[in-house]
């Protein structure tokens, strides 16, 4: 469930009362994420989400993330667009949490993502790629290779206790990703968590894009690798060939990747499959008493990379020269 912070009536109709959006027909908190505390708000003008920042979101990202939302929204990228109050902000504070609200995007996100909705994921990442060329504000990724070793640090010795020798597997394939990470790719804003949960569909029509709060400045090329990895393994681990040429081909329809991209995408496929295990495993670990988040499975993850390990070239994820 994601919703951490109660919000009394009392307290919304204040807080709504600085947007020209109407009053308050209707409130509901929403389960689905983890991160936010998120509502589906009813006003007289319409359905809105309301998102109150919780403690993990740094405060001081929040112009990035919701200054990033705004630019691709003018920029004909359908995503949630943060709506301004009658001063001109948009970013308040509300139950003592820094809130804001966006507009509502229609569909549904894809449990069995086809080939043409792997398409369309491409095609809308090479987009967004283009769209967030000129965004002014930058924001590292401190959940590329420099924050891993923490990451496994963080985990330490227990990670044998979820498999055996996950410890000296991962640590193997952290030090091989050390000394090859590649340096020099095209740069950009990349969206960083373009899971299925993260796009909606109506049909098999992409209607949007959702949850920049992972967004950064990092290699463009690193972005299909992370959607590579959520698109195009199936259930029984295995890699979708037909997906992943599906993703491919949507994205390359948009911008065409560069032969020092195409080079790097098994390494970067590695690394974005263990940034998933880690976060993954130490959340795994630490999941506090009484939660009610399932955590997910960093064996997923485990297993992709091990399939990464053993790809040698582009044309194993489906590009087709
Ligand atoms: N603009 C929107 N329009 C419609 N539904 C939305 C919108 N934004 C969020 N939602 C709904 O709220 C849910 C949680 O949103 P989101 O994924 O941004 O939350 P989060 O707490 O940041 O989650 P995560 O754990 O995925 O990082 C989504 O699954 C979706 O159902
Ligand atoms: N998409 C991430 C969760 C962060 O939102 C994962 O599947 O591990």
Redesign the pocket.
């Known amino acids: 469930m994601a919703v951490y912070t109660d919000v009394s009536d009392e307290e919304l109709a204040a807080f709504v009362a600085g947007y020209d959006i109407g009053q308050v027909l209707s409130v509901k908190g929403i389960a689905e994420g983890v991160e936010n505390s998120n509502f589906l708000l009813h006003t007289e003008r319409g359905f809105y989400i309301l998102t109150l920042y919780e403690k993990r979101v740094r405060q001081d990202d929040l112009p990035f993330f919701i200054g990033l939302m705004d630019h691709l929204a003018r920029r004909g990228i359908i995503c949630p667009e943060p709506v301004r109050m009658t001063s001109g902000e948009t970013l308040g504070r509300l139950a003592g949490r820094p809130a804001a609200i966006v507009t509502f995007l229609d569909g549904i996100w894809v449990k069995r993502p086809t080939a043409t909705h792997c398409r369309g994921v491409g095609s809308a990442l090479a987009a967004f790629h283009k769209a967030g060329a000129d965004f002014p504000i930058q924001r590292p990724n401190n959940l590329s290779l420099s924050g891993w070793r923490p990451l496994f640090e963080q985990a330490g010795d227990a990670a044998d206790r979820v498999a055996a020798g996950l410890t000296d597997r991962t640590a193997t394939a952290l030090a091989e990703l050390e000394r090859d990470w590649p340096t020099g790719l095209p740069q950009g804003v990349i969206h960083a968590?373009l899971?299925p949960d993260n796009v909606f569909f109506i049909g098999t029509k992409l209607s949007g894009l959702i949850d920049f709060y992972f967004a950064c400045n990092d290699a463009l090329a690193y972005d299909l690798a992370i959607c590579l990895n959520a698109w195009c393994f199936e259930a029984d681990g295995a890699f979708n060939l037909t997906k992943g040429q599906a993703l491919i081909d949507g994205y390359e329809a948009q911008r065409t990747l560069t032969p020092a991209e195409v080079a790097a995408l098994p390494i970067l496929c590695r690394g974005s499959a263990l940034r998933?295990m880690l976060?993954?495993l130490v959340d795994w670990l630490n999941v506090p008493p009484g939660a009610l988040v399932k955590p997910?499975d960093p064996l997923e993850y485990d297993r992709k990379l091990a399939f990464h390990r053993r790809v040698s070239d582009a044309r194993d994820y489906g590009l087709r020269r």
Do not use: A, E, L
Request: aromatic residues 34%.
């Open positions: 968590d899971f998933f976060t993954r997910k």
